[in-house]
């Protein structure tokens, strides 16, 4: 257990939708990186917030927006679903930035249909 | 749950021998490197890292090597167990940037 949480673990819903998925660091770790992993793209860095602030940002499409809450939660917001966004989402925490080890949560199965 | 892509490299070992397990890095630039194993169902767990001041680094039963000439990484496992069977990633980090580039991985399997 690396002591990040996510939820939900499944999600499953229709193109057009909109969804929210939700991810809580690891106490005491200030930043908060998204991943998106797909069977034809592997392990893609999306955004990266540190202590509220977003820091670095990835191959992140427009639909899709984060932020991260002054309790350190962060929220991954995916907008106008299509199939293709059919991935598992993971999200990672680490102390600081940079030189840190990111710690990875279980991740969240998002089903577009 | 199906993890990871279908059509990854794999490597098969038998069980308590020696995995050795390889990843080309992509920039030269790059100044850490961590390797992450992932198990079916589950997120990517952090194994080892190295920096690029260093050649070798040992922790428990796995060791990392760097050769910053041809821009190559290994993860050698020890005597490996069925708990070792997983997706294998490789990670490399550029000077100066947040986020990591992963490798496409590769599936290790163990035959008892």
């Known amino acids: 257990d690396s002591g990040v949480t996510q939820t939900p673990k499944h999600l499953i819903t229709a193109t057009g939708q909109r969804v929210t998925l939700r991810c809580s660091p690891r106490s005491g770790d200030l930043s908060v990186y998204w991943y998106q992993q797909s069977l034809d793209q592997g392990l893609q860095f999306l955004i990266q917030?540190?202590?509220?602030?977003?820091?670095a940002k990835g191959n992140i499409l427009e639909r899709f927006s984060a932020q991260q809450f002054p309790d350190l939660h962060s929220e991954l917001n995916l907008s106008s679903l299509e199939l293709g966004d059919s991935a598992l989402y993971f999200c990672a925490s680490s102390p600081r930035t940079q030189t840190d080890t990111q710690y990875f949560g279980p991740g969240t199965r998002l089903t577009v249909l | 749950g199906e993890s990871v892509g279908l059509h990854l490299p794999t490597l098969s070992v038998q069980e308590g021998d020696n995995s050795i397990i390889n990843c080309a890095y992509s920039n030269s630039a790059s100044d850490y490197f961590i390797w992450y194993k992932q198990e079916s169902g589950k997120g990517p767990q952090f194994i080892i890292d190295?920096?690029?001041?260093?050649d070798k680094r040992q922790g428990q039963r796995v060791t990392v090597l760097l050769n910053k000439t041809v821009k190559h990484l290994s993860l050698q496992i020890a005597a490996t167990q069925p708990g070792d069977s997983a997706v294998y990633f490789c990670?490399?980090?550029?000077?100066?940037?947040?986020?990591?580039?992963f490798g496409q991985g590769t599936r290790l399997t163990i035959n008892p």
């Open positions: 190295i920096r690029s001041n260093m």
């Open positions: 917030y540190y202590n509220g602030e977003e820091r």
């Open positions: 990670a490399e980090r550029y000077g100066g940037a947040q986020k990591l580039v």
